[in-house]
């Protein structure tokens, strides 16, 4: 994968490098400040727009849920097994998966698909935890 050159208006420049020290837990946390700041969300608005027409279908059958919140339950016995699979499905640090783990119950993941989901819940499973979809 060749990674794309992207050019940085001068105005933005010092925001962009501090958010490229930024790990993935402090990028998190910065989501959803902006979040709450300003009254948006970084969901995908197609998630919203099937909400809308899940709601304007209310009369009939409930559709199946197609997307997911990955939640650690119990981290098991065999706690570095299920760090390291945290560490595979999230890319995050040795630290924060730890952190993660130490936590549970702890979402892993959210909005995730259903295979994705249950391809995430089967390694953590396989690893020694106890793992609800929500």
């Known amino acids: 994968m060749t990674e794309e050159i992207i050019e940085v208006p001068a105005k933005f420049k010092d925001l ?14 910065l989501v959803k400040v902006l979040e709450k700041k300003f009254g948006v969300s970084s969901q995908a608005p197609v998630a919203v727009a099937a909400g809308a027409v899940a709601a304007a279908d209310a009369g009939e059958e409930k559709e ?4 997911f919140n990955v939640e650690i339950t119990d981290s098991g016995s065999n706690k ?3 760090i390291k699979a945290i560490r595979e499905i999230t890319s995050l640090g040795l ?10 119950p702890k979402v892993v993941k959210e909005g995730v698909g259903k295979e994705e989901a249950a391809t ?10 106890k793992v609800t979809l929500k």
Do not use: P
């Open 16 to 29: 962009v490098e501090t958010i490229e020290k930024m790990n993935l837990v402090e990028l998190s946390e």
């Open 64 to 67: 199946e849920q197609t997307t």
């Open 80 to 82: 570095i097994s299920v």
């Open 95 to 104: 630290k924060e998966a730890k952190d993660m783990v130490d936590a549970a």
């Open 120 to 129: 995430m819940k089967k390694k953590l499973e396989e690893a020694g935890a």
